[in-house]
């Protein structure tokens, strides 16, 4: 027999469909956590099918760990933020997934975790690991600002780090600009051979380039005149993000992701010292978002 | 009957594979200029058949020119350089291209130019149009610079500049940073609206990104600030293309492509007038490399 689900005692769910991992999270109506579940990528981009397959394996998984494997999605309140999830027309081609719920709405990733990290409160984040992008909700509006991807976007992330790196590593292989002990690391990650490098990039992904990142602040660290010329014009770009934040005066800003310690020590101090430590994160805002549908 | 070609007349083509277009020109022993053909993009990064295929066309529309419709293939001395033509191992998959013909010398669409405009003298080219690449045919070595294709290399060409703008105007529609008659006349061209951009980048080729790159020269033209810093960096790029050639001495160095105009005006002027003027094209040097093999 199926269990019933109703309003006296709705369910809700937190999903994050991020570029690597989809998350859901299951609470009861106080709030209390029932059981949490794991999928690959609900990347949007990945299309309607697959981002639909890994959202129900991720939910079914947290019902399972409630021992709640019975009930159905249809009874679920959901709420859910997903990477990539950026164009008009993605309000209406979501629909399949919103209709196995119960009540399901939908946000990017960015948005949820604004909503998780300022705990429902008005502010912003920027959020700078693999990609980078930037999120305000505020009064006046709630917006994201880049996220366009790789090709155009991801202003200060690790990809666009370690593309600019492998860029001037070719340079440098071909004595058009000198050398460094940065282009040397890259170079010898190729084995010094420009073919290599043509071939690795026909298949590379954002997250292969972003792996050369942590290379750049280590020898920026040590002085190294191009990654220092890349930390300077990166970390502007990142004070950007930042400040078109702040000119929303919520007074809250947080800065996420797996780069965002790495840049501190680049960042001016005043701006250092106003931001925020993260309060929670995207699950928490994916159930603020759920919960919100039907307790206002 | 099919006639006969021999070495007492041998027969030779030269193959311009370029990146739009496969050119092929059939000459005698005498250098006379029989006849002309062309196909479709000979880019050897299309893979062996395509090219393959295109070569066969380009070369019999020639013969079909100059009534000799019924030559074989393997009478033929080919010289062809190809566009795409950099791995070490493109040696040995060409092998059934070189089979068709009874010599074939091939090398990349850079040697050929760099060989066809010098007339068979040491000197260098740099090619800026779509993309860019060096080439220096030198004492010391013939050796290639760059070419490494939109992702990691051609700097300074038309699909990095145009590549740079979008960048720029998505920054500057997002209000991270200020906008200018540059990046308005873009963000117009995609109706101001960053979805429309995100869309369009998701199929765009190099050809496609440099069709903004005239309007980078004209709005720098105009001292609009973002152009005068694309121009500016990009420049220098350039620069350090002509410089490294410049270190061979070989007193002989030109400029080719659909850019090499417009960049003048932004070239040192010393720079400038070390330039010399084409005294041939790639055509040219494919025959170069034709007759070479029998003609020493």
Redesign the interface.
């Known amino acids: 027999m199926t269990q019933k689900n109703t309003l006296a005692s709705p369910l809700f769910v937190g999903i994050d469909g991020g570029g690597s991992t989809c998350r859901a999270r299951l609470t009861d109506v106080k709030g209390h956590v029932l059981g949490e579940g794991k999928a690959r990528s609900a990347n949007w981009r990945l299309g309607l099918e697959p981002v639909k397959a890994e959202i129900i394996t991720a939910t079914q998984a947290a019902l399972q760990q409630a021992g709640l494997e019975k009930m159905p999605l249809s009874a679920l309140h959901v709420g859910m933020g997903l990477a990539g999830w950026?164009?008009?027309k993605d309000r209406t081609t979501i629909q399949p997934i919103k209709d196995l719920f119960a009540s399901c709405i939908v946000s990017n990733d960015a948005y949820i975790a604004c909503l998780g990290v300022h705990q429902g409160q008005y502010g912003g984040i920027v959020i700078v690991g693999t990609g980078s992008c930037a999120q305000i909700i505020a009064p006046e509006e709630s917006r994201t600002?880049?996220g366009?991807?790789f090709?155009?976007?991801d202003?200060a992330s690790g990809a666009f780090l370690g593309?600019q790196t492998?860029?001037l590593t070719?340079?440098a292989l071909?004595?058009?600009?000198p050398a460094s002990d940065l282009t040397d690391a890259i170079a010898a990650s190729f084995e010094w051979c420009?073919?290599h490098?043509?071939?690795w990039?026909l298949t590379a992904k954002p997250a292969d380039y972003a792996r050369f990142a942590p290379l750049v602040f280590q020898y920026a660290a040590q002085n190294d005149p191009h990654a220092l010329a890349l930390m300077t014009s990166a970390t502007a770009?990142l004070v950007?993000?930042i400040?078109?934040l702040q000119a929303y005066n919520t007074g809250r800003i947080a800065l996420l992701g797996g780069l965002a310690k790495a840049y501190e020590p680049y960042l001016p101090s005043h701006l250092l010292a106003s931001l925020q430590k993260p309060a929670g994160n995207a699950l928490d805002g994916a159930l603020l978002m759920a919960r919100k549908q039907i307790l206002v």
């Open positions: 950026v164009l008009t600002f880049g366009w991807g090709t155009l976007g202003q593309h492998v860029r070719l340079l071909d004595t058009m600009i420009p073919e490098c043509l071939t990039s770009d950007a993000m400040k078109v």
